[in-house]
């Protein structure tokens, strides 16, 4: 219980407690074990930092407008540094990035099921976090930093992709995340907008 | 090595066999470890039976048409007896049940990672299987027989359903299976109709 002789205002509190937290002083402001439910914007990048694959759904061009999800690979950053933006590596073998290349509406699915900390929950079950995060599938430019920084996000989290076959032509996509749509608790999906959601973190990395 | 001297012509051989399988003789026509990859058929069947949880995507009346990816339970039947249907017990509380009864094209998509048994196979590589029903989500008549074997079928892979809240009016919807999308090895997807997806095992059962 706090003492009411000492007269800390709740932000000067808020700034000790961020400065002492080890997250803060590591340089890995998110979270490691799963985020309080209550903090949307933690649970959903926590997600996307601890998930290695999810479902990337396009518009299909073959299927006459049908939605297609496929099973996909992803990395938002090296390990404690994600960005929350989920990066592919494609190829145009492929129905999705084709796809996507003619309408990118897409939306990529994470499940915490997937993590293994749901034990006995069912996967269904809505304190098992689930998130689908929509938007438009872009194609990164090959050439710019964003590609190098997503090249080296998805290398090291999928070792074997640096040996894909080059005649493939893999390249690096990304999610422009429009609308987020998390489930990590009763009582319908969080309210989280798309800034709240890439935003979270930074203010810790500012200290 | 066969003896030439016995004169056993392969159809009568493969009669033989089936007579003779474990599989057969148990009533578990599909396969309990992981199939050849050269049987499509099979591959597929065993990813719809064996994993308890996909992606269902529809067409989202709330995003303008953007694909809207959702992570649900399902269940195609009781275990050893599944017949290849994903059925499913949604909500319309829930935009996937909305989005089904406005535009029914949907995709169910699954990957072998999330049966523990790719290893140290990326996701992404073709050899760890991943499959996409597409078709129509379709809202099953809650008085058929149907919905009774789904009921059951449900209940049995996922405990907790029977208990879920009767006030958020769950109900069974099934995909109407039109393409099969499945890649289980190095070459591309594999073909693969509805029908021979769904008549696999048949032939065992009929014994």
């Not at 402001?29 to 601890?50: E, N, Y």
């Not at 061009?61 to 929350?84: A, K, T, Y």
């Not at 990066?87 to 994470?110: H, I």
Request: hydrophobic letters at 40%; aromatic letters at 8%; glycine letters at 8%.
């Amino acid at each position: 219980m706090e003492s009411k002789s000492v007269a800390v205002s709740s932000s000067v509190l808020l700034l000790l407690l961020l400065l002492l937290a080890p997250a803060a002083t590591s340089g890995r402001p998110l979270a490691a074990g799963k985020p309080d439910p209550d903090d949307a914007a933690a649970t959903a990048r926590w997600l996307v930092a601890q998930n290695s694959w999810g479902v990337l759904s396009t518009i299909s061009s073959d299927l006459g407008g049908s939605p297609f999800g496929n099973v996909v690979s992803f990395s938002d950053g090296e390990p404690g540094e994600g960005c929350g933006i989920p990066y592919f590596y494609l190829t145009t073998l492929d129905p999705t990035a084709r796809d996507a290349l003619t309408d990118g509406r897409s939306s990529f699915t994470l499940s915490e099921f997937a993590l293994g900390s749901c034990g006995k929950i069912d996967p269904e079950n809505p304190t098992c976090a689930k998130l689908t995060l929509t938007g438009k599938l872009k194609l990164v430019d090959s050439q710019s930093s964003e590609a190098e920084f997503a090249r080296d996000a998805l290398f090291a989290k999928h070792r074997e992709m640096k040996d894909w076959p080059k005649n493939h032509n893999f390249q690096i996509f990304k999610l422009e995340i429009e609308d987020i749509f998390l489930i990590d608790w009763f009582g319908g999906p969080k309210p989280l907008s798309p800034a709240q959601y890439l935003n979270h973190g930074k203010e810790l990395s500012v200290i």
